[in-house]
């Protein structure tokens, strides 16, 4: 969440301010302190000065308005990503610019006290741009997401009921295997094919499982570091009602356990859970701002 804001002439005054925080710098001196760091990047470096690393870990965005002599400046959450940082001041220096272009192009002194009723717009822009994050949601999160699990997994078992007499005609042509009498080369084939095919299915069902719900889980988690962390609970609590699910049914479905199917493809599974919940949370963070903590 933006914790101050900042609009500033070239010249360096300060027309604009908004504070969510309480602040003891003088607006009018961190402005012409910004202007001056600016002009001194573009003289000095020949490159516009874009942020600055503030050591209380909070970072300070300058974005210039290509449409107009404005320049904004953000001191936002240090786990604010700072492509959404800019698209939000670039949206309120065009709203800004719209609303007060006959000014800012006459260099109007009256600016200052007009725009204070630019707060509205603020409002405005902000709305649905910002999401809390809380240990609440993460479970939130992993409820969802494994309500999702359930329902691919009865969809998955579904389209197997229906093609199963399907399998089983493609399956009558292959030699009764008899291991008494050794192997010949059409009964290793044809084991061959059927694992392959057993393995594969049993592979895209468990990875069809955890792909989206872990990205959704990340996502209402809403952080990278609280995605990785919601898809190992996920992979984790499934493995253990997979155990307890095999434990329950054992023998009713003749040899198959697919917690066993679990164990084996486990490393590849929590890693697709992992980079699916990382990307999950990483999109949280690049579409919404954290919310300002209560000081």
């Given at each position: 969440m933006f914790h101050s804001?900042?609009?500033i002439l070239q010249n360096g005054t300060c027309v604009f301010t908004r504070h969510y925080r309480k602040s003891r710098v003088d607006d009018q001196l961190l402005s012409g302190f910004i202007s001056a760091l600016g002009n001194f990047s573009r003289e000095a470096l020949?490159?516009?000065?874009q942020s600055i690393k503030l050591q209380s870990g909070e970072q300070l965005s300058i974005l210039k308005y290509q449409y107009a002599p404005i320049i904004g400046i953000v001191i936002a959450d240090p786990r604010d990503h700072p492509s959404l940082i800019s698209t939000i001041l670039?949206?309120?220096l065009q709203d800004f610019t719209e609303e007060f272009r006959k000014e800012i192009t006459a260099n109007d002194p009256k600016l200052v006290g007009l725009t204070q009723k630019f707060n509205k717009n603020i409002d405005e822009i902000l709305k649905g741009k910002v999401s809390t994050r809380s240990p609440l949601k993460m479970i939130l999160g992993n409820i969802i997401s494994f309500s999702l699990m359930i329902l691919i997994a009865i969809l998955m078992i579904r389209g197997i009921v229906r093609f199963s007499p399907l399998l089983e005609t493609n399956l009558a042509g292959f030699p009764t295997i008899n291991?008494?009498?050794?192997?010949?080369?059409?009964?290793f084939m044809a084991l061959q094919t059927i694992t392959g095919t057993t393995t594969g299915i049993l592979l895209l069902m468990l990875l069809g499982l955890f792909f989206l719900p872990s990205i959704l889980s990340g996502y209402i988690a809403g952080s990278e570091k609280r995605g990785i962390l919601n898809a190992i609970l996920l992979s984790s609590i499934t493995g253990g009602l997979l155990f307890l699910g095999g434990r329950i049914a054992e023998g009713q479905f003749g040899d198959l356990n697919i917690f066993w199917w679990f164990i084996i493809f486990s490393p590849l599974i929590i890693f697709i859970a992992i980079v699916c919940g990382y990307y999950g949370g990483h999109l949280k963070v690049k579409h919404k701002l954290w919310p300002l903590e209560k000081t």
């Open positions: 804001l900042y609009i020949g490159s516009n000065l670039n949206r309120i291991f008494s009498d050794g192997i010949d080369p059409n009964e």
